[in-house]
């Protein structure tokens, strides 16, 4: 027997005794011996150094999630009933799920191979059509917006990912900023760097001298909605800071290019 042909035969081997329901019980009271448990990973270790068998790993379990469309459905299925116990979201879990990944991403080599992979999913056209078709679902849209917005209610959330994108105001922001110093000098704050919330929302710039207004700069390209559908309109975003007691003014990138008719703007916002 060559060693290419090793590990499938050994799998239908498996498959055939794993038909006999003697064989199952037996293996389950093994299995459930922690002394077994313990020898079985060091086992599994042992072969996963070898690179052929993880390449024969890696070729079958590819095989199997391509051709098996009803394992995935019904893997799919099992899995949403999991994660609506609570008891299978439990912070550790989470936690455990985090440190994993994080270390992960330190090896250069994983993230070569993990842009590798994604270059060649988009190259896909299959797979690029189903994930364009699913950025354009309402509900799908939906279900991402209600996620993202629970995540930004969370302080802590807001305070890692401050830390981790460290933003700093563009060039139009920086712009709108210096008029705002100009005309009105210390009324308002640029806090568009997740410095701060109103209920899950981050505004670009703030009153700070007491009164509650906030000013959003939009931009052409980020708040076009054929691109970003899921993106709030002006008048959607002026209801949303209604609704926590502040007054909203949108300024359009634009309107950065004449000075005077923008400072007459915000001069009316600040003393409306």
């Not at 499938?8 to 794993?18: D, M």
């Not at 109103?198 to 009153?207: A, H, I, L, Q, Y």
């Amino acid at each position: 027997m060559s060693k290419d042909v090793k590990y499938p035969l050994v799998s239908r081997a498996a498959k055939e005794r794993w038909k006999d329901p003697e064989y199952q019980f037996k293996m389950g009271m093994i299995h459930n011996n922690p002394n077994f448990t313990e020898d079985s990973s060091i086992r599994r270790k042992k072969l996963w150094e070898d690179p052929k068998y993880r390449k024969h790993i890696s070729k079958v379990n590819k095989n199997f999630w391509r051709d098996n469309a009803k394992a995935r459905i019904e893997l799919g299925e099992k899995l949403k009933k999991v994660w609506k116990n609570s008891d299978s979201r439990k912070e550790d879990q989470s936690k455990r799920m985090s440190d994993t990944m994080k270390s992960l991403w330190k090896s250069k080599k994983y993230r070569i191979k993990h842009t590798r992979v994604m270059n060649i999913l988009w190259d896909d056209c299959v797979y690029k059509r189903r994930m364009k078709s699913l950025r354009k679902d309402p509900k799908y849209l939906k279900y991402m917006s209600a996620v993202a917005s629970n995540n930004w209610k969370d302080p802590e959330y807001q305070k890692k990912i401050r830390l981790a994108l460290n933003r700093r105001p563009n060039k139009a922001e920086l712009q709108l900023y210096n008029i705002l110093q100009e005309i009105i000098p210390g009324d308002y704050q640029y806090v568009g760097n997740f410095k701060f919330f109103v209920g899950g929302k981050n505004p670009d710039f703030r009153n700070v001298n007491g009164q509650k207004k906030l000013i959003e700069l939009y931009g052409k390209h980020w708040h076009d909605p054929r691109k970003f559908p899921n993106s709030q309109s002006p008048e959607q975003r002026i209801r949303y800071f209604k609704k926590y007691g502040y007054k909203t003014l949108i300024v359009w990138e634009h309107e950065l290019k004449d000075k005077e008719k923008l400072v007459n703007k915000l001069y009316e916002f600040d003393y409306d």
